[in-house]
């Protein structure tokens, strides 16, 4: 009888708070994720990032190749590529974050291209990143997609803003060339929110339908 008392014994599962996934910081788009330890990056959402970093980098690279120059076809598909392929990035990680490190590994890839950094800048590139996570969790967090291409999107502008006052900073003497310049930037940025932007909102709902991306 002690034999099939002890059998019979119901032992409660443990608490999903006490959990190391949670404790870990494992989906801290929900609300106290961040808290309990949403700095806490497992080798997944690392190889996510760095992967689709380096994907978009070659992408744009190949398209500029393959378009010939500077000409507006070009232009509008390697900015819209990009762009949808950080969108899916986020869907797919949705960390608080996310966007900085994205920099940080943009800015050792072209420095691994070109040989060249701007170290200056960094800083401010980091933080118009941490401002768009920032904009993405205040908006919702990452299930949403709204939010995700809103933060995308102002990210997107706030890089281009800086690399425009960059340039008028070092070539100020030439306005002409500055204005020439601030033009081709701002025609790439309507690629981001003209392609870039549907196309990613659209990768992310059949991703999800698929169940590569989940839902909550």
Known sequence: MQALAKTNTFSPPPSPEASPASLAGVGNDRPGGLLRGGFYWDTESLIVVGLFTALGK??????????GGMNPVTLLLKNGIA?????VMLARVRRFGTLALYTLVAQVISFLMTGGIMVGTLPFYLLGALAADGLI???GGYRRIGAVLLG???YDAFGRILSIALSFLMAR????????????VTFGYLGCLLIGLPCGAKFVKELRH???IREV
């Not at 070659?58 to 378009?67: D, I, R």
């Not at 003497?173 to 081709?184: F, K, S, T, Y």
């Open 83 to 87: 762009t949808a392929l950080l969108v």
């Open 210 to 212: 698929a169940g590569i």
């Open 137 to 139: 969790a205040c908006c």
């Open 173 to 184: 003497e030439n306005v002409g060339m500055v204005g020439v310049g601030a033009a081709i």
């Open 58 to 67: 070659a992408a744009s690279l190949l398209v500029a190749l393959l378009g």
């Open 152 to 154: 995308v999107a102002v």
